[in-house]
Structures are given as structure tokens and as C-alpha cells.
T-cell receptor, first 118, second 116 residues
Framework: EAGVAQSPRYKIIEKRQSVAFWCNPI?????LYWYQQILGQGPKLLIQ????????DSQLPKDRFSAERLKGVDSTLKIQPAKLEDSAVYLC????????????????FGAGSRLTVL | AQKVTQAQTEISVVEKEDVTLDCVYE???????LFWYKQPPSGELVFLIR??????QNEISGRYSWNFQKSTSSFNFTITASQVVDSAVYFC?????????????FGKGTTLSVSS
């Protein structure tokens, strides 16, 4: 089974520029997550989709971050304009929703997109 | 509020030593799930184990074992006879059973370095 695909793997931009990350989840996984992992910290959820609807975006800095999930499959995370503190690895994950066992889902992660903002 | 605490930032051991990684969690829910993930230098988070709050039976899988104690809100992970390939960052995570697809809340991770 193919894993979660992410691109680009690395991106270096100047502050105030924009950047976009792409994620293709595992086929059949209804739930897709974007996490931000700052160096030395654990991943922090930015946004969670189920199919093409947003389940949780409470920690997404909406003044500069946006995300969409096209037709319930691929997803794009955009940052505009970028700040120095946005330097991090952006991890995409997906999971299969199990009826009657909410919260039990095992997330499968992609390799991440490392962003450096100068 | 939900929270996961991994008090050990870094641990260094020599090959073949046993090592235990600590995890303490906070949640108000009675039904929840606990996870351990491994993040090797390549960066991809790899799932190791999942436990639900109703199952306190400890588990052993090869060189890995887990000790879940609800009384102390702890879910510790032990590697027996560590190997260099075990060097990675290990994350403990919590998920509550509020809705389908509930996201994981991660601790800050423990960096394990195993030298030969």
C-alpha cells in the first residue's frame, strides 16, 4: 500500500513570501490531518478534515494559514505571508475512520515538508 | 484539558542496555486512547502501539513492552537490549473518543541515543 505522499520535502523562502504544501493521503482514508512540528517539539495539530469538510481548525492561524481538501482526497496547506516562526516541518497524516471506535484511529504520517523562513 | 508530558528530553544508553521512556497524560474523558510513535532521523512518524483506557493489560512485543497504569496516568515504554537502530525520537500521544477521527495530542518527545 502506498503511503502518505507530501511535497515539496524542503522549501526555503524569505519572510512575507508565500508557500504551499501538498498532501496525497492513503487511498480510502477519509480523515486527513496537517500538523506543525517545530524543532525540538512534538507535532501540533493545525487542521483536521473528514472527507472534504473541516472537523477541527481551532489551532490554525487563519490570518496567514489556509487549507483545503479537494474532492475529499488531496489537500493543500498554504502560508501567506510567512513569518520567521513558521519555520517547521509540516506533517500530513491520514486515517481510516472506524465506526464505533472514535479516537482509536491510527494515523499514518508522510515524511513531512521542511520549511525554512529567512 | 488534554495534555501529554514526557519529562525526559534526552536519554543516552549503550547498546544492550534496557531503557524506559516515561509518559504521563491528563484527560477528563473516561474513554481515551494512548499511542507511542517513533520518529527516526528520516523524519517520518512510525506507529508503535495503541492502547485504550479500558485495557490495562501490559503488552510485550519482541524487545518492546508497555506499562499502562490508570492510577498514575502513565503509559511507559521499555526497550529491552537496545540497539543502535533504536536511536530516534519517541512520542507519546493521547486521543479522546469524542468523535470519529479525533486527532492525536503529542508530548514533546524523548530523544533516545543508543551507542555501540
Amino acid at each position: 500500500e502506498a503511503g502518505v505522499a507530501q511535497s515539496p520535502r524542503y522549501k526555503i523562502i524569505e519572510k512575507r513570501q508565500s508557500v504551499a504544501f501538498w498532501c496525497n493521503p492513503i487511498s480510502g482514508h477519509a480523515t486527513l490531518y496537517w500538523y506543525q512540528q517545530i524543532l525540538g517539539q512534538g507535532p501540533k495539530l493545525l487542521i483536521q478534515f473528514q472527507n472534504n469538510g473541516v472537523v477541527d481548525d481551532s489551532q490554525l492561524p487563519k490570518d496567514r494559514f489556509s487549507a483545503e481538501r479537494l474532492k475529499g482526497v488531496d489537500s493543500t496547506l498554504k502560508i501567506q505571508p510567512a513569518k520567521l516562526e513558521d519555520s517547521a516541518v509540516y506533517l500530513c497524516a491520514s486515517s481510516f475512520v472506524r465506526r464505533g471506535r472514535s479516537g482509536a484511529n491510527v494515523l499514518t504520517f508522510g515524511a513531512g515538508s521542511r520549511l525554512t523562513v529567512l | 484539558a488534554q495534555k501529554v508530558t514526557q519529562a525526559q528530553t534526552e536519554i543516552s544508553v549503550v547498546e544492550k542496555e534496557d531503557v524506559t521512556l516515561d509518559c504521563v497524560y491528563e484527560t477528563r474523558d473516561t474513554t481515551y486512547y494512548l499511542f507511542w510513535y517513533k520518529q527516526p532521523p528520516s523524519g517520518e512518524l512510525v506507529f508503535l502501539i495503541r492502547r485504550n483506557s479500558f485495557d490495562e493489560q501490559n503488552e510485550i512485543s519482541g524487545r518492546y513492552s508497555w506499562n499502562f497504569q490508570k492510577s498514575t496516568s502513565s503509559f511507559n515504554f521499555t526497550i529491552t537490549a537496545s540497539q543502535v537502530v533504536d536511536s530516534a525520537v519517541y512520542f507519546c500521544a493521547l486521543s479522546e473518543a469524542r468523535q470519529a477521527g479525533t486527532a492525536l495530542i503529542f508530548g514533546k518527545g524523548t530523544t533516545l541515543s543508543v551507542s555501540s
